[in-house]
């Protein structure tokens, strides 16, 4: 993924790691990592440090500016850390990524998955993916339907955020 902004969340923001996936962008999360590791596996890995601790903008590679940062407020439903992080990155919609493990979906025939695959779903699902990590196969059915009207959500609530002027640091 050249030149596509990936991201690493701390403890307090796994939900948002899910749904930062399911936009398209790689997202880290590990509950167990202690601030200093996280700003240096971000350092060492080019990717954004999002954090609702705001211990960690007193570090030295994040108040230098080494390491990308945005801080995500706390008491914002996951829907409201998502647009907080779209509105400071401009970051555009891209393919679903596994909510799950972060894998890449590759499109699928329904033959190589049609055992994971429900007998409803067949009759009116098209389009197949399978996570390369986890191998959790997708279709764009109800729930895929939902997930991208939330992240379409998430958009109009980033451009109101970028209106009103209440663009985070970043
Ligand atoms: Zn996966």
Known sequence: MPGQPAFLCDAMLGGLARWLRAAGYSA?????AA?????RRALEQGRWLLTSDSGILERYAVSEGLVG?????RGLSV???L???IAALKLPLRDCRCMDCDGELVETPLAEVVQHV???VK??????FRCRGCRKVYWRGTHWQSIRGRLRRAVELAAA???AGERPPS
């Open 123 to 128: 009759d009116v699902c098209t389009l197949f």
């Open 35 to 39: 601030d200093g590791e996280l700003v």
């Open 79 to 81: 829907l409201r850390q």
């Open 69 to 73: 940062c945005v801080f995500v407020p």
């Open 83 to 85: 647009a907080h992080v």
């Open 161 to 163: 955020l970028a209106d």
């Open 28 to 32: 880290w999360f590990d509950v167990h």
């Open 118 to 120: 429900p007998a409803k």
